[in-house]
């Protein structure tokens, strides 16, 4: 093996890549190829921390749900679900019926409007060799004019029953502060027949997709509901045998600081890294998918289990259509229910809550004192527990393609990060590539 003029032998390389666009936030990747292996591969995060957690103590318990929704500007209603989740539970709160299935609904829109937001804009570039969105519709004008339709559709949804689309206003502790007419929902309806046909063909043109080949066998974690597919409550369930209740998340679940990462990492209690996501849930809970769903997985020749994260851009587009169809359902069946809220006394306590983001499982866990004063907050978000899995599998894809020249092996990293449509800050950029082969 010889030395190039550098000092490095054959088989070290160093790859920069200054920035990664098509996902939410600031970060860099830094990969260490030595001897024509893969020793080091790190997903740096470099963002500053925003301290949501030291905002909210000393807050009263009515303000968790609005201050958290400024955390996400694409899924804000996860955050104030899970919020309101966890200070009903330590206020001992019951909802009525009727509002649990418009938070359903209103998680629906969001499934719907950041599922095809990634879809279409974010990450089918990728596979059609696009640096862009605006590339793509270039080529595909009638798929991008479809996708943007569909994700009003979802905005839509969240603004009706929200308020508005971006940090909608409308969630609070007990139910929301106003419920929408009968007709502002059925009017949603046409759009939503619509809808269900347009995200099928919009599958089907994804799967037409090349997929690398890449499947680990990492532990998969998301919520199990014995009725339906789960969204917003049910049990934290894992392919490795963990079944418990949402408040023993951290028995099981640990968050650690890794130095080069300004956002924690997770890792199951043995010390593995899991994952979470749309893959997850499907991999979990894939039977409850609507019959219509299963179907078409079924069709573009999808498994009961899927374990490529390439293919995840598929498992998104058959959620958005079971959200679709769930919409119809809880439209349809929708009366004004006689009261927006129940009143909630606070207590002092400690409360958990989970959602199913459309990234993947959030926990939330507040302590209140007796006059509601919120003495700690923590949120465990699903970006933050994916990175160690996106860290494994930069790690191996790069070592399978380490065959690539550096500009093709920068693209298909890049990939496998957007795999995850990681969320670090809701910003446009994310990630810079280096890879340093010594």
């Known amino acids: 093996m010889t030395d190039d003029p550098d000092g490095r032998r054959a088989g070290d390389r160093r790859i920069d890549v200054p920035i990664l666009a098509r996902v939410e936030g600031e970060g860099a990747l830094h990969l260490v190829v030595e001897g024509g292996r893969v020793i080091d591969a790190r997903l740096r995060i470099f963002e500053p921390p925003r301290f949501f957690e030291g905002i909210l103590r000393g807050r009263g318990f009515t303000e968790p749900v609005d201050i958290t929704a400024r955390i996400c500007g694409i899924c804000p ?35 719907i409007e950041s599922h095809l937001l990634h879809i279409a804009l974010l990450h089918a570039p990728d596979f059609l060799g ?52 009968r007709s502002e929902l059925t009017g949603l309806l046409p759009e939503l027949t619509w809808g269900l046909d347009a995200m099928a ?5 994804c799967a037409s997709f090349e997929f690398p ?12 509901h014995p009725d339906e597919y789960a969204m917003q409550d049910g049990r934290i369930v894992s392919s490795g045998g963990v079944d418990l209740a949402v408040d023993r998340f951290a028995e099981q679940f640990v968050e650690f600081q890794v130095p080069h990462s300004t956002s924690l990492h997770s890792r199951n209690v043995d010390g593995r890294p899991y994952r979470v996501g749309p893959l997850a849930r499907y991999n979990l809970n894939g039977g409850q998918l609507s019959p219509r769903v ?77 006059d509601g004063t919120v003495l700690g907050a923590r949120i465990v978000p699903p970006t933050s527990q994916n990175q160690g899995v996106m860290e494994a599998d930069l790690r191996a894809f790069a070592q399978r393609h380490l065959d690539l020249d550096d500009a093709d092996l920068e693209l298909r990293c890049e990939q496998v990060v957007r795999n995850y449509d990681p969320c670090i800050s809701c910003s446009t950029h994310f990630l810079r590539l280096t890879v340093d082969r010594r």
């Open 213 to 224: 080949a890449l499947e680990e066998p990492y532990e998969e974690v998301a919520l199990h």
């Open 130 to 181: 696009y640096a862009s969105v605006v590339d793509l519709a270039a080529d595909h004008p009638e798929v991008v004019e479809t996708a943007l339709r569909l994700k009003k559709l979802g905005n839509d949804l969240v603004r009706v029953l929200g308020g508005r689309p971006i940090h909608p206003v409308s969630v609070r502790v007990g139910g929301f502060h106003h419920l929408p007419a």
């Open 294 to 370: 299963r179907a078409l997985a079924a069709e573009i020749g999808l498994g009961p289990v899927c374990a490529n994260p390439f293919k995840s851009i598929l498992v998104r587009g058959l959620e958005v259509v079971h959200a679709l169809e769930e919409a119809m359902t809880i439209v349809e069946a929708y009366r004004r229910p006689a009261r927006p809220f129940v009143e909630v006394a606070p207590e002092a306590g400690v409360g958990q809550g989970a959602v199913e983001a459309p990234r993947g499982l959030l926990h939330h866990r507040y302590e209140l004192s007796a």
């Open 77 to 111: 209603i996860a955050y104030q679900l899970g919020a309101a989740q966890a200070l009903e539970q330590v206020c001992g709160t019951t909802l009525d019926a009727g509002i649990d299935r418009l938070r359903r609904l209103v998680l629906c829109g969001e499934w």
């Open 201 to 205: 063909d919009l599958v089907r043109w």
